[in-house]
């Protein structure tokens, strides 16, 4: 008779294999902690400058700020959500970890650099975005890899979307000049690129694609695809306001802001979003689209008056509006929705994805208005803004980051 050797049972999965075994749980895990990091960091300032007693770095505050907010914050998440969704959106294979995880250590080293350097190391403020600029064209590239393997060589959402990581490394490089060198204009030159030629961009390009297509789960009803055009009219808008505002100034950008708003507030009523709201974070994700058209409103009136010679109201507020409203809020949804969806857990029921929503609403509304207020007020009303901002993020961290190194509750791979 022969004898069967007992089948030995797989060894469990260690934490380092649990953390690492899909792209969206390393690149959101930094990407939270880069947002508390970054927030902490601006409410201490904010604080010191509101006691008038300010804090000494290594770089003028307000461009620290705009790096981290513009290139630090969403990068991680624009690579968590791109090598999860783009390889199912073409048919191709996972992106495998081996290909993942140099990039995903690239930006890690490169932003710790630069959070060593806002003390007192000004050089590594430079080389911090240098590595992390070699991150991005890494995953950048490994995402073109996988691109170059569908079958269909029509252009659409893919092929947009990827061109906005490019964009994001020489802004970076930009960004890492007008550090090194003090140089006003190159940081200037370097936050519209951010803003204009990758953030804005890559929200618009992502929101277009999948909001219908979340709608159509949620609601469990067929909707048609956003149409082309008015995603074209965004980006060709969007371009068109940096460009304007390097060559020619902020006062000949109205007519990209007006093209913008129009664009985007006639997609968002297309949409129909009133069906959206007995669904909580589906109706989440079409509020937080809602700040696009108002900021690009607010940043066509300021541009008007500019050109007619009169004083711009509002300072930063239509900036805020639209990195808190339409920025942060959207990608508070996506963060829930990825993490729970990809953690084997029902998207629509998180307790907690509603009233952090409505929490980074009450942080954008308090930063924009505080935008108007007398210099003492502002001061005081931007640390509440950023106090609450931080909170909601702490918030959710708290709940979704375990989830990062725990297995799928469905017991799936992934």
Known sequence: MLSTAPTMPDAPATRWQIFSAAPHRLMFCAGTLQILAALAWWLAQLGARAYAAPLAWSAAPAWIHAT??????????????????????????????????PAWAMLCSGWAL???????????????????????????????????????????HPDLVLWTLPAAAFGMLLMAVGLATTSADFVEAALEVGLWAYLLPAFAIVAHRMLPA????????????????????????????????????????????????????????GWKPRHAR??????????????????????????GAAMAGLAVPGGHAALHALGLGFFASL??????????????????????????????????????????????????????????????????????????????????PG
Request: with cysteine; proline share 7%.
């Open 214 to 269: 979340f709608t159509s789960m949620a609601l469990n009803c067929p909707m048609p695809a956003a149409p082309m055009g008015l995603l074209y009219a965004m980006l060709a808008a969007a371009l068109a306001h940096g460009l304007l505002a390097v060559a020619a100034g902020p006062a000949w950008t109205w007519p990209a802001d007006v093209l913008l708003g129009a664009a985007s507030l006639k997609l968002l009523l």
């Open 114 to 156: 630069f959070h060593l350097g806002i003390a007192s190391a000004p050089q590594l403020l430079t080389t911090g975005l240098a590595v992390a600029t070699a991150g991005i064209l890494t995953g950048w590239l490994v995402l073109r890899r996988s691109l170059a393997s569908r079958p269909s060589r029509r252009i659409g």
């Open 331 to 412: 990608l508070a949804g996506m963060m829930t929705r990825v993490t729970r969806g990809h953690s084997g857990r029902s998207v629509y029921d998180d307790r907690h994805a509603w009233p952090l929503f409505l929490l980074l609403q009450l942080a954008t509304v308090l930063r924009v208005a505080a935008e108007f207020l007398p210099g003492p007020a502002m001061n005081w009303t931007s640390v509440a803004a950023a106090a609450v901002a931080l909170l909601a993020y702490a918030i959710w961290a708290a709940h979704h980051l375990p989830m990062y190194f725990a297995p799928r509750a469905d017991g799936q």
């Open 278 to 303: 007995s669904v909580p974070l589906l109706w989440s994700h079409y509020l937080a689209f809602g700040w696009l058209p108002l900021a690009a409103a607010m940043l066509a009136l300021q541009s």
């Open 68 to 101: 981290l907010m513009v290139y630090g914050v969403f990068v991680f998440f624009v690579f968590g959500f791109l090598m999860t969704a783009l390889p199912k959106w073409i048919g191709a294979k996972p992106v495998a970890r081996a290909d993942y995880l």
